[in-house]
Structures are given as C-alpha cells and as structure tokens.
Antibody
Framework: EVQLVQSGAEVKKPGESLKISCKGS????????IGWVRQMPGKGLEWMGI????????RYSPSFEGQVTMSADKSITTAYLQWNSLKVSDSAVYYC???????????????WGQGTLVTVTS | EIVLTQSPATLSVSPGERATLSCRAS??????LAWYQQKPGQAPRLLIS???TRATGIPARVSGSGSETEFTLTISGLQSEDFAVYYC???????????FGQGTKVEIK
C-alpha cells in the first residue's frame, strides 16, 4: 500500500525557519515525483512545486520560487519542504503528493499525505 | 499560467439526484485534467485522471468528460458521502506549471 506520512503540526514565529517532512512507503520512492500543495485556511489548493527523489531535482511554481526549498533523501524515502524565514501568510496546511506514474511526466497526484498544519504567529 | 475556472461555486443538490460540475481552462490542456474530492478535515482524493479515467475504487456513477478547454464531472445518484468540495487540476506542461481550479462545493439541498 502506498503511504505518505507527514510530520506533525508546527507553531512558529515570523522570521523563524522550518523544515517539514513527508515519508513515503509501499513503492519505489526514488522514481516517483513528489509534489507539495498548499491550502490556506478556508481556501482552495495551490500547487507549489515538485521534486524528483532520485536526484533531489526540484521544480517550483513561479509563485513559490525563492520562497521555499524542496528536497528529498531517497536513502530514507523522505521528502522535505523548508522555509528560511517564515511569514504570517505562510500559515496553511501543506500536503505532500505523489505523481501517479513514474514513466509519464504528465500525470496527476494519486496519493496524498495527511497534511501538516503550519501556524505562524507572533 | 493556465487558469482553471470552476462553476458553479456552490451546487445544491438533493440526495439521489445528479450533480454536474464544470471546469474551463484558459487554454488547451488536451486531456491532462484530473478531478479530486475533498471532505472537511481530510486530504483530497483523486477521482478522475486523463479527463475521464476513474481512479481505483471510484464508483461508476462518477464520470468525467471533455477535452482541450471544457471539462465536466458528473455524479449520478448523489449519496451522502458525495457532499464535498471538488477541484479540477491541469498537469499539461513540462517543465511543470500546474494549477487547480478554485473548487465547487456540492451541498445538500
């Protein structure tokens, strides 16, 4: 069974750094792109970018380029999303997602993590 | 950036009836369009990929159609578990520049 298990909720202050994680299991982690999706309180879904675990190669949405860093460690089947300096506006639920195909680049997200709630407050 | 516009924002439907949701793309996405269902407090779930292919475990009363810029998600014989928010998602470009629609809430009439 494919599973993506994310790290727990975080409460941070503006300006602090943060790294959240997403551990994959039940499939060949290295060969499936892992993406990140933001959902701000009461709002819709926003695609942030994706990373290829085999070589930790990230691709970012223009809206998030320079704001976050995506990486992956295939040896422990874990992907990461990190911020160097959080803002109040970063408060949201963040989902990691897996591409449904490791052979077709154009494919949707068939598995979702449970979500990590990030709250940034002074 | 390709913009996906979903309509209506909210759809009020009685149990047992049919719900028809629309997703319009600002430019062609071919058939690289998926639909997801999200219930309160839960992660979204993939329903449809490639515009019309049901994901594993999705019942036949859920169907998708369309291509290029116009897409439809139809849910027949609405059941209590179908009342949720539905999002479309396009994944047509490489390097990737994906987008989601703003969502349609299906509520009990």
């Amino acid at each position: 069974e494919v599973q993506l298990v994310q790290s727990g909720a975080e409460v941070k202050k503006p300006g602090e750094s943060l790294k959240i994680s997403c551990k994959g299991s039940g499939y060949d982690f290295a060969t499936y792109w892992i993406g990140w999706v933001r959902q701000m309180p009461g709002k819709g879904l926003e695609w942030m970018g994706i990373v290829y675990p085999a070589d930790s190669d990230p691709r970012y949405s223009p809206s998030f380029e320079g704001q976050v860093t995506m990486s992956a460690d295939k040896s422990i089947t874990t992907a990461y999303l990190q911020w160097n300096s959080l803002k109040v506006s970063d408060s949201a639920v963040y989902y990691c997602v897996r591409r449904s195909s490791n052979t077709f680049l154009l494919s949707p997200f068939d598995s979702w993590g449970q979500g990590t709630l990030v709250t940034v407050t002074s | 950036e390709i913009v996906l516009t979903q309509s209506p924002a909210t759809l009020s439907v009685s149990p047992g009836e049919r719900a028809t949701l629309s997703c319009r793309a600002s430019e062609s996405v071919s058939r690289n369009l998926a639909w997801y269902q999200q219930k309160p407090g839960q992660a979204p779930r993939l329903l449809i990929s490639g515009a019309s292919t049901r994901a594993t475990g999705i019942p036949a009363r859920v169907s998708g159609s369309g291509s290029e810029t116009e897409f439809t998600l139809t849910i027949s014989g609405l059941q209590s578990e179908d009342f949720a928010v539905y999002y479309c998602h396009q994944y047509t470009n490489w390097p990737p520049s994906e987008t989601f629609g703003q969502g349609t809430k299906v509520e009990i009439k």
